[in-house]
């Protein structure tokens, strides 16, 4: 069963702080997808990464993809109050067409 | 262009009855996919449908089932509805992963209540 073993699972902090929500995994995947939820909403498609060792920067916020494939981090600069919310992150497993597994999620509150 | 739709957004059944989910995709989206998120198990895999057909099926019982018609169009259904049914559904839909694209882009959820 490939598993995504996401940290931490909560995260508080002050507005201006930096922060890194970790994902990783003992399975390799064929691209790994960032979201954000809002309560009572379906989640949104921040990034996708697919070559192993690939940054991406979206903003304040920057994604990596390991070198193996296996893990990634999404790491946020001076965090404001508007990025609150749950961050998931998503691999997609070999010839398993459109089937992604989620790691447990990243609550995240920044307080003014 | 429109996003993915899901209705409806609430519903609320009782134990032992059974309930269908419809999801439109995004214009042009050929597979769609369905999860399930609760607090404690976070989102997991049902199934996805690709040109009508199952591709692939994640470890549900088979009290939850599924269909695509030939508009892409999709729907879940679950039968003999059991308290920890209760759960928000989620349907997401791609244009079918390219390489190693695979690209979801989600609708806003049915928020399932058995009681």
């Known amino acids: 069963t490939q598993l995504l073993e996401q940290s931490p699972q909560f995260l508080s902090i002050q507005e201006g702080e930096n922060l890194t929500v970790y994902c990783n995994s003992s399975s390799v995947f064929s691209s790994l997808q960032w979201y954000r939820q809002e309560p009572g909403e379906g989640p949104v498609l921040l990034v996708t990464v697919v070559t192993g060792g690939e940054v991406k920067k979206l903003k304040r916020l920057t994604f990596q993809f390991g070198d193996a494939r296996k893990d990634s981090s999404l790491h946020i600069t001076a965090a404001q109050p508007g990025d609150t919310g749950l961050y998931l992150c998503?691999?997609?497993?070999?010839?398993?067409?459109?089937?992604?597994?989620f790691g447990q999620g990243t609550e995240l509150s920044v307080k003014p | 262009k429109a996003g993915v739709t899901q209705t409806p957004r609430y519903l609320i059944k009782t134990r032992g009855q059974q309930v269908t989910l419809s999801c439109s995709p995004i214009?042009?989206?050929?597979?769609v996919s369905w999860y399930q998120q609760t607090p404690g198990q976070g989102l997991q895999f049902l199934f996805e449908?690709?040109?009508?057909?199952?591709?692939n099926k994640g470890n549900f019982p088979g009290r939850f089932s599924g269909r695509q018609f030939s508009n892409s169009r999709s729907e879940m259904n679950v039968s003999t509805l059991e308290l920890g049914d209760s759960a928000l559904y989620l349907c997401?839909?791609?244009?079918?992963?390219?390489?190693?694209?695979?690209?979801?882009?989600f609708g806003p959820g049915t928020r399932l209540t058995v009681l």
């Open positions: 214009s042009g989206h050929r597979s």
């Open positions: 998503a691999g997609s497993p070999y010839n398993q067409g459109g089937k992604l597994i």
């Open positions: 997401a839909s791609s244009l079918a992963p390219v390489g190693q694209i695979n690209e979801q882009f």
């Open positions: 449908y690709f040109s009508e057909t199952q591709r």
